[in-house]
């Protein structure tokens, strides 16, 4: 009999500032492109975040893996280093990075790929990142 897989969910929100700024390209071109976000200063988001992993469900536990330690592994690994920061020059695992929301979605994909690695039971699956309650980016890992 074939153990069912399943996939499950943390969706956490968190608050930070970004610019989008590309500095091989003009001014005039940063603002035509990037629009409000190459604002010198930067600019807000509330953002939500949702973290999947999947796995079958052992007949042990009846639990791909235990939501408590994926709350905590996101809540660790990401919230505790974004949450209120500027995410250009507060946020070390994204120096240099240009932090449109592709960008950022995958820098959080390398950072809890090896944080969900000892629970063996399942994979990461998918990050998605709203960056507004209408528009969202995911990313589900390059392919192998």
Do not use: Q
């Amino acid at each position: 009999m074939d153990t069912p897989t399943v996939d499950i969910t943390h969706r956490a929100e968190f608050s930070a500032s970004h610019r989008l700024h590309n500095p091989d390209l003009s001014d005039g071109e940063n603002e035509r492109i990037y629009g409000i976000c190459n604002n010198a200063n930067g600019h807000g988001h509330n953002y939500a975040l949702e973290v999947t992993v999947r796995g079958s469900v052992p007949a042990r536990t009846g639990m791909v893996m235990n939501l408590v330690d994926l709350e905590r592994a996101v809540a660790e690994e990401i919230l505790s280093r974004v949450d209120h920061r500027h995410l250009n020059h507060d946020v070390p695992f994204l120096a240099g990075v240009n932090p449109t929301a592709e960008n950022v979605v995958m820098a959080f994909w390398r950072v809890m790929k090896p944080a969900l690695a000892p629970f063996e039971a399942c994979r990461l699956h998918r990050i998605r990142l709203y960056e507004s309650r209408n528009s969202y980016v995911e990313y589900s890992g390059t392919p192998s």
